[in-house]
């Protein structure tokens, strides 16, 4: 009985995620101990962060003090910029699929959440994940040796017009609050974050072994004045901060690789910032550590101390190396591997511009006791020399240049070599000596997409796929309202949260990012195709317990070939639901364009669709659907009429006019050239199997 009464005494001690909690005694004495720790341990890192800004002069092209040759040219040769963007550019293709479909889910029942897919594909689209996020993320991780993201929720209010009508019937003007929320991703950068220990497998064991993530973080004025307003600072000490950032200009302890790129760039911003940290550890709370948020401006100075505030209790940090050792938290930038290299091609190229430009004047020799009149002698059109041609000579420099471009070509070999840059990755690539024919065109592409995707991994499990379930946790806990998303295709629909306990959502429903594998699924089309031919043909009595299916088969088949808008055109469900007609009419009221269904009544829509008509289209999309309802309504007309007439069909082949025959394996005619990086079938390599090198 009296131990039941403690853990009542504990639970009720035991503060609510939105409670301050830097007032407490005990609270302040152990963030007071844990910021000399984060100090310390930035300080221990400072030799990686000149490493990485040295890494953002070589991709940036700028020289740096690391060249030796000091002359009259002051060139810059792109060697890693290439090798960096053919790395963004393959990584990001293949992460983003152009079938637009990014999510793959995998449930206990045989019940796919087409809503939850479609809503996480929202977010990502929403955020413009690839082209904000994962392209110069891919940057930084070869500049940084890190991948790292800070996943949050975000809401944003903004107010709109709207034009509306009064009770005369006129029009009428008001503004309307509009509030925009979901995830944000943040990318950080290496620089500006400490995992401790660094000898663990990342954030989540680094603070379950008693250690800490801290991230600087630089404020402004008004960054401080919204985060008072939104209760993570209290209000007595961020207003402190902020009369002695008025007061006095905040010096920069730490400098901050943002400010640093922007430099290179020719881009230098003024103006006083505070810069704190904010770290991620559990402290003792209640007899239990609890994970929490801890933000601070200097070395006595706490601005707020909260429980973790999502649901999930998981820190919002997602790190991962690019190149992983084992039992280290943190990798070695590729690019500091070819870095020497880059400043040795630098160099070259120096070296060779000055030769070229002594090699382009002629050296002219000439015996001053011979020739008193040297100084007459001044190149220029039409010039007379008064010297006999015998006392005169001429010379070449040599032209050293030529084989400082050799030089360059081994070198800029190596890097790619080194960063893992092939030919097929980099455009106009084709001039690199003898043409490739079609077999080896293919062998270089299907090692290209293999290797890739082996590449690529790292960012999908280590950062994609966490941030998803990021995404779907804290949709559950923040989402209150119900929003329209894209789904399966150009038909829309409301997707309404499911009412599942958190601690359920991750048994119940696990979320993968599926770009590498469609990517990497897109290499066996051919052998996919061939496979269809001979299941089809196989006689049902031989699998007897199972029924062959080959609808989904196709449909994966049609989006990886014609992508998500054309697919659910060629291929269209029957058995899909038809979309109510209010619904489709309100969907059209906001100006969105909505598709045709086929197991829609025409007639019953027409009818809805015309009374949403008679009070205006604004945006002249319920026109446009009418018609396709009109378009559809004779396409069954004429369908009817062929079912009753019969179609035309037939064709010698037994399996259907045109149709190839069982196991055929479909390509060109004979005699007749294929596109180029078709795989032909003797150069067909098992699924998964790299090809022998090309020779």
């Known amino acids: ?75 810059y040769i792109p060697f890693v910029r290439d090798a960096v963007d053919a790395r963004q550019t393959r990584f990001s293709n293949q992460l983003f699929p152009v079938s637009g479909r990014f999510v793959e889910v995998t ?34 991780g070869d500049c940084e040796g890190q991948y790292s993201l800070y996943v949050s929720w975000e809401s944003k209010t903004r107010y709109a017009g709207a034009r509306t009508t009064n ?115 559990h402290l003792k709370i209640a007899g239990t550590y609890r994970l929490c948020r801890i933000y601070m401006a200097g070395p006595d100075r706490i601005l707020g101390v909260k429980l973790c505030p999502y649901w999930s209790d998981k820190c919002p940090v997602l790190s991962v190396p690019v190149e992983r050792d084992a039992g280290v938290a943190k990798g070695r930038p590729p690019v500091s591997n070819v870095l020497d290299l880059q400043v040795l091609a630098n160099d070259t190229l120096n070296e060779g511009a000055d030769t070229g430009h002594y090699s382009a004047m002629p050296i002219i020799m000439t015996d001053p006791e011979k020739n008193p009149k040297a100084n007459t002698m001044v190149l220029g059109l039409g010039a007379i020399w008064q010297t006999s041609p015998k006392d005169t000579q001429f010379a070449e420099f040599p032209p050293l240049w030529k084989d400082c471009f050799e030089r360059l070509a081994e070198v800029k070999q190596q890097i790619f070599q080194t960063l893992g840059v092939n030919p097929s990755m980099i455009p106009a690539a084709a001039g690199r000596g003898k043409k490739m024919n079609q077999a080896e065109l293919a062998n270089e592409q299907q090692v290209d997409i293999l290797t890739t995707a082996d590449a690529v991994t790292v960012i999908e499990e280590g950062i994609l796929t966490p941030m998803l379930e990021r995404f779907m946790e804290y949709d559950y806990q923040f989402r209150e309202d119900e929003i329209t998303v894209r789904m399966l295709g150009e038909v829309g629909q409301k997707a309404i949260m499911q009412d599942v306990e958190p601690q359920q959502d991750n048994a119940r429903y696990f979320f993968k990012w599926y770009g590498v594998e469609a990517a990497r699924n897109a290499a066996m089309m051919q052998q996919q195709t061939a496979a269809i031919n001979v299941l089809k043909e196989i006689p049902p009595q031989l699998y007897q317990d199972y029924t062959l299916n080959l609808a989904p088969l196709l449909k994966q088949m049609a989006e990886n070939l014609f992508g998500p808008r054309l697919a659910p055109l060629i291929l269209v469900d029957k058995n899909e639901p038809s979309v109510d007609p209010m619904i489709e009419n309100d969907m059209l009221e906001h100006g969105f364009d909505v598709a045709v269904h086929p197991g829609d009544d025409d007639q019953q829509h027409m009818q809805a669709h015309m009374q949403l008509m008679q009070s205006g289209d604004p945006h002249g999309n319920v026109r446009k659907h009418l018609q396709m309802h009109q378009q559809q309504m004779q396409h069954k007309a004429q369908a009817a009429q062929m079912a009753q007439g019969g179609g035309p069909g037939g064709g010698g082949n037994p399996n259907g006019g045109g149709a190839p025959s069982p196991g055929a394996q479909p390509g060109a005619p004979a005699n007749m050239k294929q596109m180029p990086g078709a795989v032909h079938p003797d150069q067909m390599a098992a699924h998964g199997a790299l090809p022998p090198p090309r020779r």
């Open 1 to 75: 009985m009296a131990d039941d009464t403690k853990e009542e005494k504990t639970s009720r001690k035991m503060p609510d995620r939105n409670d301050e909690l830097s007032g407490r005694k005990d609270i302040r004495d152990q963030v007071f101990k844990l910021h000399a720790k984060v100090n310390k341990a930035f300080e221990n890192q400072n030799s990686r962060t000149n490493d990485a800004l040295d890494n953002w002069e070589a991709f940036r092209l700028k020289l740096g003090d690391r060249q030796f040759y000091n002359g009259n040219s002051r060139v």
């Open 107 to 140: 449930t206990p029942d045989d019940e796919i959440p087409h809503a939850r897919m479609a809503l996480l594909e929202h977010y990502v689209r929403r955020d413009d994940l690839k082209t904000r996020v994962v392209r110069p993320l891919i940057a930084v």
């Open 167 to 281: 009770d005369d019937q006129e029009d009428d003007y008001e503004e309307i609050e509009v509030t925009e929320a979901g995830p944000h991703v943040e990318i950080i950068n290496d620089p500006d974050l400490v995992i401790s220990p660094v000898t663990c497998d990342g954030v989540e064991d680094a603070i379950a072994k008693g250690g800490f993530v801290a991230i600087i973080r630089r404020w402004t004025k008004a960054t401080i004045k919204k985060m008072i307003a939104d209760k993570e600072f209290t209000s007595k000490e961020g207003e402190a901060v902020v009369e002695e950032m008025t007061a006095v200009q905040t010096p920069n302890r730490r400098k901050s690789p943002q400010k640093e790129i922007a430099s290179i760039l020719g881009i230098k911003e003024k103006g006083g910032h505070l810069q704190g940290v904010e770290i991620w550890t």
